[in-house]
């Protein structure tokens, strides 16, 4: 077994359990791609089984933090069986669901789906590559399943020196899907989709969205960056008189329609529109445009917390103008899935917006990821998503 050993004081870290070594931590060793390796401390004191990634910052992702535990099929299997099973624990309104979250999940680098009968993993790290093929098969395992299909094309696997891969790993067949969520049913496409094919971390948003709009009785909805119109169907089951969509992605525009269509509501309630959504809601301001509840559910801006400060800028501007556009007593739902924007300084981009539109608000409420997203007490990082309700003020 090769040996990675840390710099003096960069033991801290993984004394806390948290799963991930930088570059910058380690004094010497290494090791083949997705070899597991032992490591120690600048002393020699063992710290922890991980996995080796020759070309990532995130130069190891941890195994285990148990010396006598041996890292093999057995041990794999186990994880996923463990993490499968979690999932009974949430209350879960959906054939569609996460069963494995990545380090939350003690599987860093997999994140598996499950959309109906059919399973979808992403393998993103070169742990999770080297042991591809043992994970698929205790997925089925585990799940009863047949049929996994393989969506390998996330941009972090090029920094970990990996192709992107995508098709059927065990069994196939359509990658067009039903998705039943709540009281709904949406379309989408595994082969094609964003993610795994779909944005499930906001199952549990877009049944909020729902009953504020059922409660608030909502005439005039506004959901930007709308892609397959999961918040717009939930609008109209609501009762909403009119949805306006707006993406950037004729396709997505596209699916939205057939997603309104599927549910049985009438096109007429609504407008679609291909267009920018900041060059839309200026436009608006100008035709003097109001709206009684606005969805602003942007792509990630701030990948990193490198990004931040960029992407701060863009959450302030587009959250400037919805609360323009925003009618008195209002609902914004607006959120950040951007990693490196944490909930604090999400609430300080939208405050700050908030002042220089000139518009004061109420946090009715604090918006996450749906359960089978979990973050854990040692891996804060899992909490990517973050969303706020402002009721804008009489």
Not at 183 to 190: A, E, G, M, P, V
Not at 381 to 390: A, F, N, R, S
């Amino acid at each position: 077994m090769k040996t990675i050993r840390l710099k003096a004081g960069k033991e801290r870290s993984l004394q806390r359990q948290h799963p991930w070594i930088f570059e910058s931590a380690i004094a010497k060793g290494s090791a083949d791609a997705g070899e597991t390796v032992r490591v120690e401390s600048h002393e020699g004191v063992f710290l922890a089984w991980a996995a080796f990634s020759p070309t990532s910052r995130i130069r190891a992702r941890v195994w285990s933090f148990d010396e006598t535990q041996r890292i093999d099929a057995a041990f794999i299997e186990g994880l996923i069986f463990k993490s499968v099973q979690a999932r009974s624990l949430f209350d879960i309104q959906s054939n569609g669901m996460r069963l494995v979250h990545g380090e939350s999940d003690g599987l860093p680098g997999l994140v598996v789906d499950r959309y109906a009968d059919t399973l979808v993993a992403q393998f993103s790290s070169c742990g999770t590559e080297r042991f591809k093929q043992v994970m698929a098969d205790a997925l089925l395992k585990a799940t009863g399943l047949k049929k996994l299909y393989e969506r390998s094309d996330a941009n972090v696997r090029s920094l970990e020196g990996l192709p992107e891969v995508m098709g059927w790993l065990r069994g196939e067949g359509p990658t067009e899907i039903t998705l039943q969520e709540h009281q709904w049913q949406l379309l989408l496409n595994i082969a094609e989709g964003h993610k795994t094919g779909f944005y499930l971390d906001q199952r549990d948003s877009r049944y909020r969205f729902y009953q504020h709009t059922l409660f608030r009785k909502f005439q005039r909805v506004l959901n930007c960056y709308c892609y397959t119109g999961g918040f717009s169907v939930a609008a109209l089951a609501g009762g909403a008189a009119h949805v306006t969509s707006i993406d950037s992605s004729g396709p997505a525009i596209d699916k939205a329609k057939a997603n309104v269509l599927l549910n049985g509501f009438d096109l007429s309630r609504t407008t679609f529109m291909d267009a920018d959504v900041n060059a839309s809601l200026r436009a608006f301001i100008e035709q003097g445009l109001q709206f009684d509840a606005i969805v602003l559910d942007p792509p990630k801006f701030a990948p990193t917390a490198a990004h931040a400060d960029r992407a701060a800028r863009a959450y302030k501007d587009i959250n400037r103008l919805a609360l323009k556009l925003l009618a008195p007593g209002g609902e914004l739902f607006t959120y950040s899935c951007s990693g490196g924007i944490g909930a604090d300084l999400f609430h300080k981009i939208v405050a700050s917006a908030g002042t220089d539109a000139g518009v004061d608000g109420y946090i009715s409420e604090r918006l996450q990821g749906a359960p089978d997203h979990p973050m854990t007490v040692y891996f804060p990082e899992g909490e990517y998503l973050k969303g706020l309700v402002v009721v804008k003020k009489l």
